[in-house]
T-cell receptor
Framework: AQTVTQSQPEMSVQEAETVTLSCTYD???????LFWYKQPPSRQMILVIR??????QNATENRFSVNFQKAAKSFSLKISDSQLGDAAMYFC????????????????FGKGTKLSVKP | KAGVTQTPRYLIKTRGQQVTLSCSPI?????VSWYQQTPGQGLQFLFE???????NKGNFPGRFSGRQFSNSRSEMNVSTLELGDSALYLC????????????FGPGTRLLVL
């Protein structure tokens, strides 16, 4: 079974600084997807970024980028120029490719990292 | 395009009662998944529906059930509520293709007394 581990329960960053959240996962599959979701106090789960395992290039979305190390099964999230609105719980998630006509594959989440942003 | 909607947003029930939660996916999305979020267990997968058929199920007792309608709207039902069922229930939808991202609704917060 696949597992996702986020070893940092809480992290703090100064506004405008850069912070990196860590995530490791375990799987025997070669093709899969990885995601970072953000959950602010409103509890709405918001997609931050996604990475396809078959792509070597690291995904980037504005101030958010990932460092995907497939061999090491590591998937860290870097937030540049941190803003007060970035304060939230961040969840790393894994999803299998799924089967045509069958399951699409459910998300497997880590326990989350609570990010605080200091003004 | 409107996002995923869930009703009700908040619910208080007592032990032994049953509850039905509703989820309307993003227009055009045909796959709906449900997750339970608790402080102790984190986010856990409940079920996945596509074309009114359950495609995948998590490790939850039979008291948890769901269904999907022809318009892709989904409901989940929990019978004989227990205190441990208190949680945030999240619904997520996707278009239904390999690799499609799941987009989440705001959740239904259920409190069982």
């Amino acid at each position: 079974a696949q597992t996702v581990t986020q070893s940092q329960p809480e992290m703090s960053v100064q506004e405008a600084e850069t912070v990196t959240l860590s995530c490791t996962y375990d799987t025997s599959e070669s093709d899969y997807y990885l995601f970072w979701y953000k959950q602010p106090p409103s509890r709405q789960m918001i997609l931050v970024i996604r990475q396809e395992a078959y792509k070597q290039q690291n995904a980037t979305e504005n101030r958010f980028s990932v460092n995907f190390q497939k061999a090491a099964k590591s998937f860290s999230l870097k937030i540049s120029d941190s803003q007060l609105g970035d304060a939230a719980m961040y969840f790393c998630a894994y999803r299998s490719v799924g089967n045509y006509g069958g399951s699409q594959g459910n998300l497997i989440f880590g326990k989350g990292t609570k990010l605080s942003v200091k003004p | 395009k409107a996002g995923v909607t869930q009703t009700p947003r908040y619910l208080i029930k007592t032990r032994g009662q049953q509850v039905t939660l509703s989820c309307s996916p993003i227009s055009g999305h045909r796959s709906v998944s449900w997750y339970q979020q608790t402080p102790g267990q984190g986010l856990q997968f409940l079920f996945e529906y596509f074309s009114e058929t359950q495609r995948n199920k998590g490790n939850f007792p039979g008291r948890f059930s769901g269904r999907q309608f022809s318009n892709s709207r989904s409901e989940m039902n929990v019978s004989t509520l227990e205190l441990g069922d208190s949680a945030l229930y999240l619904c997520a939808s996707s278009f239904r293709a390999r690799g499609e991202t799941q987009y989440f609704g705001p959740g239904t917060r259920l409190l069982v007394l």
